[in-house]
């Protein structure tokens, strides 16, 4: 064949692979509201441009054969391209092709593209749709079982980068076994709303084993992951909204973890004074408000990235930008369970501050927290293990750290929401701050029961001792002690936020040489 001919041919193979499961198959996958893995990609990249890897990659043993089982590009579509004009690295399963299913050939793509995204110092992302495994008895020329299609490689992997580049795991379909712990293992993980899902064994092979009848989405959808197990990051209800937010997710990030996040020029002035913040708090210091409001009220343009918004609601994870930086903000949830702090609570903040250290991206903390939960409910959790990786992660963070006291910083809650001795850059405390190893109404407690003994103290008496003892967790008092660096008008939050942030922007901490630190788990 001349070079045309060639040509011609190479066309006709690409169209073919372009078919993906044929029109049926991508029938029913539109039918089902979602796109297909090649739609995905163009909606991801900027212009739907960009650079597919291993397209004529096929079932392992078949691609010089006569076998006619050969699925197009084994499954998964693999590609590099820009996304806001940086490159990412992106896997997406083909459910059209034998349920997305991982092969071996499959596997060697979506490693090639892992090590282009590990060296070029890339993001990684990854669209899941896929049944797992590849078992396929029918085929006459099956992929290698005993290898797990090289997926072994792909957790481990996967480690490696975990801190060097950020990593996105969208559920968009279903994932299960190998391809449920690729979020597992993930920065970020998107879902779309009744339509993702992941578990180590899926319904049928669930009914196998235990012979419990449950559905996908009741098993691991959505819902069950971004509110009760923490897995998912957030519900999203279509393909298209998950691409945004992915999108979105990666805007505040580098590129990888030798970088400093993009700075947006700042059209919002960071001396920005908001009056919203005067009538913010509830006269009575006990009652509830919504921590959001004051988010909102000092972040350029109140615009917010919330992390797990529907799960551990009582602290509040998301990503913003103030002066055109961005920033990590950690702040407690009066307005959930007070704002105490539990097992989920504390690995929720955990994570996420580990995340933002690990990619150069500031932490704010805005603190309301009445302490850690208390009770035999959540000892039998193990609530000083899970506590103690929020303060683990919390005293080993390098990267700039400010704290504002808004309301109450009681006992070891004051401590993992970045109190003064966990390095602040700077520190600051609204008029209404208490800062106290508790509140006075325990403080009281402890108090009346060395005096009184079990007998309730005198009514008159009681508030007398409550006005004495918050007197002396006052704000005021405590700045008279030098423990905060300013008590500052709710007004002027804004702008105290960005000037600890332009302070500590150089920050250089020096830590005592060890391999590694060992985290609670």
């Known amino acids: 064949m001349d070079m045309r001919e060639l040509l011609k041919d190479l066309e006709a193979r690409r169209a073919e692979v372009r078919k993906m499961g044929g029109e049926d198959k991508v029938a029913k996958q539109h039918s089902r509201g979602k796109l297909t893995a090649r739609e995905r990609l163009a909606a991801f990249f900027d212009d739907g441009v960009h650079f597919e890897v291993g397209m004529h990659g ?52 979506v490693t090639r593209l892992r090590q282009m995204a590990l060296r070029g110092r890339w993001p990684m992302v990854w669209f899941i749709d896929s049944a797992g495994a590849r078992i396929d008895p029918g085929s006459s020329h099956p992929d290698t079982i005993s290898l797990f299609a090289g997926s072994g ?40 709303k009744e339509i993702g899902s992941m578990a180590l064994g899926g319904p049928p092979l669930v009914k196998a084993m235990t012979g419990e009848d449950i559905s996908e989405q009741d098993l691991g959808g959505s819902k069950i992951h ?17 691409i945004a937010a992915i999108k979105k997710y990666l805007s505040f990030f580098p590129s990888h973890c030798e970088e400093e996040p993009p700075r947006l020029a700042v059209t919002d002035p960071t001396d ?51 002066g055109g930086q961005s920033v990590g903000i950690v702040a407690n949830q009066p307005n959930h369970m007070g704002g105490v702090l539990d097992v989920d609570s504390s690995d929720k903040a955990a994570r996420f501050m580990q995340i933002c250290d690990a990619f150069n991206i500031p932490l704010v903390f805005l603190q309301d927290v009445p302490g850690f939960m208390i009770g035999s409910k959540v000892e039998h959790e193990g609530i000083i293990r899970h506590g103690a990786k929020m303060l683990h992660v919390m005293s080993a963070a390098t990267v700039p750290k400010v704290t504002v006291v808004v309301r109450k910083a009681y006992g070891a809650g004051y401590y993992v929401m970045c109190g003064r001795a966990y390095e602040p850059d700077l520190i600051v405390g609204w008029p209404t701050g208490e800062i106290s190893v508790m509140g006075p109404e325990g403080m009281l407690g ?58 500590a922007r150089h920050k250089r901490i020096e830590r005592p040489f060890k391999k590694r630190g060992i985290i609670p788990v």
């Open 58 to 109: 096929t079932q392992m043993g078949l691609a010089a054969g006569d076998g006619k089982d050969r699925p197009p590009s084994d499954a998964v579509v693999c590609a590099f391209g820009k996304v806001d004009g940086r490159m990412v690295c992106a896997a997406a399963y083909d459910f059209t092709v034998k349920g997305g299913s991982i092969g071996h050939t499959g596997e060697e793509k």
């Open 153 to 192: 490689h792909l957790f481990r992997e996967q480690v490696v980068m975990s801190g060097v580049v950020p990593q996105v795991a969208a559920m968009v379909g279903p994932g299960a076994a190998g391809t449920a712990y690729i979020p597992g293992l993930a920065d970020f993980v998107p879902m779309v």
């Open 226 to 242: 971004s509110t009760k197990s923490g897995v998912g990051d957030g519900e999203f209800k279509n393909d298209a909204e998950c």
């Open 446 to 503: 402890i108090a009346a029961r060395k005096l009184f003994g079990d007998a309730p103290p005198p009514p008159e008496l009681k508030q007398q001792m409550v006005d004495m003892l918050q007197k002396n967790i006052d704000i005021m008092k405590v700045a008279g002690w030098g423990l905060i660096d300013d008590v500052i008008d709710p007004r002027d939050t804004r702008r105290a936020v960005a000037w600890g942030l332009e302070l």
């Open 272 to 322: 920005r004074r908001e009056e919203s913040l005067l009538d913010l708090l509830p006269e009575n210091p006990r009652k509830a408000y919504d921590m959001y409001k004051l988010i909102a009220a000092i972040v350029d343009h109140g615009e917010y990235f919330d992390i797990k918004p529907r799960f551990a609601r009582q602290i509040i994870t998301c990503l913003a930008r103030i």
